[in-house]
């Protein structure tokens, strides 16, 4: 028998990503015990049915007893006061990374809480669905995504392998990257997108008297993206944009002088304006295609293992 990758894992959070990352090692033997931790009785109760846990704990600290691996699967906003309540419980030598959209962040409130001895390592899977908790995890939800490592200086070699090896193990691609260089470009191809949509869905809900419910019924593709971006969960977004803030404020001036300056080429007829931004948008879009990052196949709402974040 093939020993396992890491004796003991826990997962602080369970859902989507911490649910999918459950999955992808019982389906790959990467971990001897899988330990979880939930706030919620309900959630706990709904890992224990669905049994992709062996070991359930309301005590965070109880869930990282042992644990050879400590992933945070929790909101940004939230990974500070859980490493604090942890910290004691933490086993030397272990590695503890997260899965955050935003990395400074989550450095900044993290990194005081960490034991000498434990290898802190910020790492973030670029993979994801509209879907949230436990039963919305799925265990190919990583494979050919990439998950990005932000390791700070002087992080242990063996633990960056150790942890490289295990992504690549559910499916990852993996790279490293600086914090700072993660969350500007986490902030043009992630979050400014979802805050686009949550705006142009909230516009529209606006319109729905006006329009008798036509927008919902005769919702054209373009529309029906946006709000599958738009249902993802409120409180990880609202997390981001409140710690990625500096990136996506600049990020959204930009956005708004480029607006501007396609609303001026709308208004004053410059139709060559227009076919050059467009052809250079498809452009875009076929290399993300020709990365393996989506398909061309034709769609009427994307499949769960097609999304990502």
Request: glycine letters at 8%.
């Given at each position: 028998?093939t020993?396992?990758?890491?004796e003991?894992?826990?997962?602080?959070?369970?859902g989507l990503?911490?649910?999918?990352?459950?999955?992808?090692m019982?389906k790959h033997?990467?971990?001897g015990?899988?330990?979880?931790?939930?706030?919620?009785a309900?959630?706990r109760?709904?890992v224990e049915r669905?049994?992709f846990?062996?070991?359930?704990h309301e005590d965070?600290?109880e869930a990282v007893e042992n644990a050879?691996?400590?992933?945070?699967?929790?909101p940004?906003?939230?990974?500070?006061?859980?490493?604090?309540s942890?910290?004691?419980?933490?086993?030397p030598?272990a590695i503890l990374?997260?899965v955050?959209s935003v990395k400074?962040?989550v450095?900044?409130d993290v990194?005081?809480h960490v034991?000498d001895?434990?290898?802190?390592?910020?790492?973030?899977?670029?993979?994801?669905?509209?879907q949230s908790?436990p039963?919305?995890?799925?265990?190919?939800?990583f494979?050919?995504r990439?998950?990005i490592?932000?390791?700070?200086?002087?992080?242990d070699?063996g633990?960056?392998k150790?942890?490289?090896?295990?992504?690549?193990?559910?499916?990852?691609?993996v790279?490293q990257?600086?914090?700072?260089?993660?969350?500007?470009?986490?902030?043009?191809t992630?979050?400014l997108?979802?805050l686009?949509?949550?705006?142009?869905?909230s516009?529209?809900?606006?319109?729905?008297?006006?329009?008798k419910s036509?927008?919902?019924?005769?919702?054209?593709?373009?529309f029906r993206?946006f709000?599958r971006?738009?249902a993802?969960?409120?409180?990880?977004w609202r997390?981001?944009?409140l710690?990625n803030r500096?990136?996506?404020?600049?990020l959204?001036s930009r956005f708004s002088?480029d607006?501007?300056?396609?609303?001026?080429?709308?208004?004053w007829?410059d139709?060559d304006?227009l076919?050059?931004?467009f052809?250079?948008?498809?452009?875009?879009r076929?290399?993300?295609?020709?990365?393996?990052?989506d398909t061309?196949a034709?769609?009427?709402?994307?499949?769960?293992s097609?999304?990502s974040?």
């Amino acid at each position: 028998m093939t020993k396992p990758m890491f004796e003991r894992v826990a997962l602080l959070g369970l859902g989507l990503i911490g649910s999918s990352l459950a999955h992808a090692m019982r389906k790959h033997d990467l971990a001897g015990h899988i330990k979880g931790h939930a706030r919620s009785a309900a959630t706990r109760i709904e890992v224990e049915r669905l049994g992709f846990a062996d070991s359930v704990h309301e005590d965070p600290a109880e869930a990282v007893e042992n644990a050879d691996l400590v992933i945070l699967c929790v909101p940004v906003g939230a990974c500070g006061a859980v490493a604090r309540s942890i910290a004691g419980g933490l086993k030397p030598s272990a590695i503890l990374t997260d899965v955050g959209s935003v990395k400074a962040s989550v450095v900044r409130d993290v990194s005081p809480h960490v034991p000498d001895g434990v290898h802190f390592i910020p790492g973030h899977p670029i993979a994801g669905t509209e879907q949230s908790g436990p039963n919305a995890g799925f265990a190919e939800l990583f494979v050919n995504r990439w998950c990005i490592l932000t390791p700070l200086p002087d992080t242990d070699a063996g633990a960056i392998k150790a942890l490289t090896a295990f992504w690549r193990a559910c499916g990852s691609e993996v790279d490293q990257m600086s914090i700072e260089h993660h969350d500007m470009v986490l902030g043009i191809t992630s979050h400014l997108p979802h805050l686009i949509a949550y705006s142009i869905v909230s516009t529209a809900a606006d319109l729905e008297d006006v329009t008798k419910s036509e927008v919902i019924k005769y919702s054209a593709a373009g529309f029906r993206d946006f709000t599958r971006i738009a249902a993802s969960d409120p409180i990880m977004w609202r997390d981001v944009f409140l710690t990625n803030r500096d990136a996506v404020l600049e990020l959204l001036s930009r956005f708004s002088e480029d607006l501007s300056a396609l609303q001026k080429a709308i208004r004053w007829g410059d139709g060559d304006h227009l076919i050059e931004l467009f052809t250079r948008s498809r452009e875009i879009r076929r290399g993300i295609i020709a990365a393996g990052q989506d398909t061309a196949a034709p769609d009427f709402g994307r499949l769960p293992s097609t999304s990502s974040e």
